[in-house]
Nanobody
Framework: RLVESGGGLVQAGGSLRLSCATF????????MAWFRQAPGKEREFLAA????????YYEPSVKGRFFISRDNVNYMVYLQMNSLTPEDTAIYYCAGDLNWGRIMTDMNEYWGQGTQVTVSS
């Protein structure tokens, strides 16, 4: 089970940190990722981190603004988002999969319900 939190309304240029609670020690075996879906658009991959937290990968459009991290002691995954723009308005989802090859796709094994992020201009 994955539960996202931390979304909300923020002004352009601001920052938010999203959290994803995994509630299970098994999650430390899983690669984790963040996606988002804006109104009328397909869900898009943003960032992924491997099970150990050693390796991360970012969609080029957010690289340098968004940072993914994880806390395997407390079974949490985070997405720090900086320099937000109205184009970042979307529902943000965390996802998890044992297979790194799937982590950037819609084929992840586990998905959260999403948290809304709205950036005002």
């Amino acid at each position: 089970r994955l539960v996202e939190s931390g979304g909300g309304l923020v002004q352009a240029g601001g920052s938010l940190r999203l959290s994803c609670a995994t509630f299970s020690s098994e999650s430390t075996d899983y690669n984790m990722a963040w996606f988002r879906q804006a109104p009328g658009k397909e869900r898009e991959f943003l960032a992924a981190i491997d099970w150990s937290g050693t390796n991360a990968y970012y969609e080029p459009s957010v690289k340098g603004r968004f940072f993914i991290s994880r806390d395997n002691v407390n079974y949490m995954v985070y997405l720090q988002m900086n320099s937000l723009t109205p184009e970042d308005t979307a529902i943000y989802y965390c996802a998890g999969d044992l297979n790194w090859g799937r982590i950037m796709t819609d084929m992840n094994e586990y998905w959260g319900q999403g948290t809304q992020v709205t950036v005002s201009s």
